[in-house]
């Protein structure tokens, strides 16, 4: 089965059709004492001038049972410990936890190690029947007290006696985001794409997809060298965004849902290559934001595509709790930590909120029931699978392309794909837009476009939207970092990289309509709708 079903808009939601290519879619020791004090809150901004180190990258990873983690949190604020959970066939292994940043290119700073630490094998996957969800479900390795780490983002090394490693990731959370940009990280989304045990969002055990869990756990290692997707889609942003020195906040798509308080008075939030798995709450609050004067920048595509709900643990507590919550009473339990991503996707009419609790109901944000269309955030519309097209420019003087020394239609080959999004007439958008970069492409024998576009709102605030997965990934064209560069090269790597320049430094001074030109909407010269 195709990787996505195929995207179209219910008739009875009353919002028309779209076409698209398809759907797709998937015992402790104490660590080593820091030196800060216990109520130090170290900033990003002390780490500019800091020194980073080459030794970050993994060694052997070995087979899946050689070395593997995770963390019992998903974010932490500095200074809160947080709980690892290893398995490991060697008879011992210590962590090593790296801060990515730009640190002089080298990318990541050594921040921590760990004493050598007992290993010992991990149960089996334990598999809940009912959601058909996979658990790890190990006991703490080792807690780990985070004083003096600063925020940020964390690759945290497991390093086993074998040789072998894998990294578990880790966001040292902002409380504070007033003033700063914020980068919005999406583990909600690296779960969901999570085969580890066997299972994820998209495929069940024989890669079928009417076996696919649907809901997927937090305890749990991530597959493979235990952050790809972290790698793939947010190393290169959180690199170029502290390599130009704007004052940096960080946190999680989960955190948001939560506690909105780091987005009040950021002047941007930034969401990261691939941010596909929203709650409803988290964009109620990204809106709240924009609506504020925040300018939001989607540096990917298929943001805010599918519609989840986070629990603690997958069962019948948790959901009375949010039923609970929702009516307005005290919700025992609800304040514990998210470890569950739902997502029933097509099977929605299974979802245990179907029908009483429609807004909740977990499917994709565009249909029914509850239907609302993530174009009204974004100001595109995600549009299809699988796609390798060039990016053509159409507004080569817009400001987003100052310095690039683009020519209207010039082209940047296998910059749009795997994924794309695209302007959707008679779709709701945050406000008249300018497209800034209208690319041909035909994804499974349908004709269509890729679209960047650029608009403000009445608050001021900015949205821009690239329009396709690969910009992040643009980043790092011809470098050889990612083992792949999809067909792309370096003077791609250069046009992304000044554009994303340009829009992190316009944004990060405030509400855009007051710092840079004004959009020149072109919806309708260029679709003819």
């Not at 690892?84 to 990541?108: N, P």
């Not at 869990?213 to 889609?233: H, I, Q, T």
């Not at 947010?234 to 989960?254: K, Q």
């Not at 910059?415 to 035909?442: C, K, M, N, Q």
Request: proline residues 9%.
């Amino acid at each position: 089965m195709d990787r996505r079903r195929f995207l179209g808009l219910c008739a009875g939601a009353g919002l028309g059709a779209v076409g698209a290519c398809t759907a797709r879619r998937e015992r402790p020791q104490p660590p080593r004492p820091t030196t800060a004090g216990p109520t130090a809150r170290p900033r990003p901004e002390g780490e500019h001038g800091a020194s980073g180190t080459d030794d970050w990258h993994l060694a052997a990873t070995g087979p899946p049972e050689a070395v593997a983690g995770y963390t019992d949190r998903v974010s932490v604020a500095p200074g809160e410990p947080f709980g690892l959970h290893v398995s490991t066939t060697a008879a011992s292994f210590r962590v090593a936890a790296f801060r990515v940043g730009w640190y002089g290119g080298r990318e990541a700073r050594l921040v921590w190690v760990s004493g050598r630490v007992p290993g010992r094998a991990g149960a089996a996957p334990r598999l809940l029947p009912m959601t058909r969800t996979v658990r790890a479900d190990w006991p703490v390795s080792l807690t780990v007290d985070t004083t003096g780490w600063p925020e940020g983002a964390y690759l945290l090394r497991l390093e086993a006696d074998s040789g072998h490693q894998r990294y578990v990731p880790l966001i040292v959370r902002s409380t504070v985001g007033a003033g700063r940009t914020v980068l919005l990280h999406a583990p909600a989304t690296w779960q969901a794409y999570n085969k580890w045990g066997g299972s994820s969002l998209y495929s069940g055990p024989l890669g079928d997809y009417a076996s696919r869990s649907l809901a997927v756990s937090f305890d749990r290692p991530y597959d493979g060298n235990g952050a790809e997707k972290f790698l793939v889609y947010e190393r290169a942003p959180v690199v170029l965004a502290e390599r130009l020195g704007i004052a940096t906040a960080y946190t999680t798509g989960v955190d948001v849902h939560r506690d909105p308080g780091v987005l009040r008075g950021a002047r941007a939030v930034v969401c990261l290559g691939h941010d596909e798995y929203w709650t409803p709450e988290q964009r109620a609050h990204v809106t709240a934001a924009r609506d504020a004067g925040t300018n939001l920048v989607f540096l990917g595509a298929n943001t805010c595509f599918r519609r989840i709900r986070l629990e603690p643990r997958t069962g019948t507590q948790a959901r009375t709790a949010l039923f609970r919550a929702r009516a307005g009473a005290p919700a025992p339990g609800a304040e514990a930590e998210p470890r569950t991503v739902v997502c029933y996707k097509s099977a929605f009419r299974e979802d245990p909120l179907y029908p009483s609790h429609p807004d909740l109901v977990t499917t994709d944000f565009r249909q029914p029931p509850a239907a609302d269309p993530e174009s009204s955030l974004t100001g595109v519309l995600y549009e299809g699978y699988p796609v390798d097209a060039p990016y053509i420019v159409l507004a080569a003087g817009h400001w987003l392309y100052a310095g690039t020394g683009v020519r209207p239609g010039e082209a940047f080959p296998h910059l749009v794909g795997v994924e794309y999004d695209r302007v959707t007439p008679g779709f709701p958008t945050p406000a008249p837009l300018e497209i800034t970069a209208h690319s041909p492409l035909v994804c499974l024998g349908r004709a269509s476009h890729s679209d960047s576009a650029y608009g403000t709102t009445a608050s001021g605030a900015g949205v821009f939207a690239t329009g396709t997965m690969r910009w992040a990934e643009a980043l790092l064209a011809g470098t050889g970092a990612l083992g792949h560069d999809h067909g792309m090269d370096r003077r791609t790597r250069a046009f992304v990289t000044r554009t994303t320049e340009n829009v992190l430094r316009a944004f990060a001074r405030g509400p855009a309509a007051r710092y840079a030109p004004a959009p020149h909407p072109n919806t309708v010269e260029v679709y003819g709708a």
